[in-house]
C-alpha cells in the first residue's frame, strides 16, 4: 500500500488541484492547444518571408522585374492564409474527441471502455500527428511558392523547396514537445480508469518515450542545418550583410529552442514514467 500511496500523492501534487493552469488547459484545451502548436510556426513564417525578401525578391528587383515584392508578398499572404486556416481545420477535427471526453467526464456521463481507449490513444498521438500536419504544409508550400511566384532562377526553386522542407522539419518539433507535455501532464490521466487499461497502453507510453528521443536531436540539429542552408544561399546574394544578421538570430533562437526541448524533455520523460505508475496501480502489467 505504500507506494500506492506515494503515487496517489505524487498524482495529488502535480495535479490540477494545485496547479490553476492546468484546470485552464482541461477547460479550455483547444485553444491552448492550438496557441502552442501555431506559435512556432508563426515564428517561422515570419522569418522565412523576411529571409527570402532579401535572398529571391531582391535579385530578383536587380533583374528589371519592377512587381517582384507585391508579387511575393501576395502570394506569400495566400499561401500562408490557406495552409495556416487548413492546419487549424485538421487541428480541430483532431482535438475535439479529446475535447467531447473530457466533458463527458466532467458531467459524469458513462464513458465505454472502448472509448477511454481511444481517447487515451489520441492524447499520446496527438503531439505526432499535429507535428506530420505542419511539417507536411511546409513541405507541399515548398514547391507552390515558385510555381505561383513564377519568373525565379533554378537555384530559387531549389532553395525554396529544400528550405521550406528543413524549416518545416525543424519547426515542427516544438509543436510535438509542447503537445506531448500538455497531454501527458493534463489531458491523459482523466481517462486513465480502473478496468479499462491494459498492457496496449503501456506499449503506447513506450512509443512515446521512444518518439520524444528522436524530436529532441531534430531540435538541437535541424537549426544549425536551415543556418548552414542560409549562408550557402545568402552568399550568392550581392549584400549578404542582412541575411548574416538574420542567421545570426537563428542561431540565438535555435539555442534558446533547444534548451526548452530539453526541459520538455525531461518533463515528458518524468510524466511516462508517472503514467506508466498509474496504469499499474489501475491493472496493467508493469514493464521495466
Known sequence: TRPLHQLAQQLFD????????????LKYPIA??????LMPHMLAAL???IFNWHVIVHPMQIRGIEQAEMIFSMFAISVNTVFFMLGIVI??????????????????LPVPIDALVDL?????YLGRSIALIGLTMWIVAGPVYPILIGALEIRDYVFFIFSLAISGLAVSTYPFLMV?????????????????????????LAQVGLWKWVYLLL???????????????GSLHSSPQSVNVLLGLVGLGGMAG?????????????DLELLRQLLWACGAKQFS
Open 120 to 124: 487515451r490513444k489520441r492524447c499520446l
Open 258 to 270: 533547444f534548451l526548452m526541448a530539453l526541459l520538455l524533455f525531461k518533463a515528458i520523460q518524468k
Open 47 to 49: 522569418f522565412n518571408y
Open 14 to 25: 502535480s495535479g490540477p488541484e494545485n496547479h490553476r493552469w492546468q484546470q485552464l488547459v
Open 32 to 37: 491552448l492547444l492550438l496557441v502552442v502548436s
Open 180 to 204: 506531448t507535455w500538455l497531454c501527458t501532464h493534463v489531458l491523459y490521466r482523466p481517462f486513465v480508469v480502473p478496468g479499462s487499461v491494459s498492457d496496449f497502453d503501456v506499449r503506447l
Open 91 to 108: 487541428f480541430v477535427h483532431l482535438v475535439r474527441p479529446i475535447t467531447k471526453g473530457l466533458k463527458g467526464l466532467e458531467d459524469d
Open 219 to 233: 531540435a538541437g540539429a535541424l537549426p544549425m542545418l536551415v543556418i548552414s542552408l542560409g549562408f550557402i544561399l
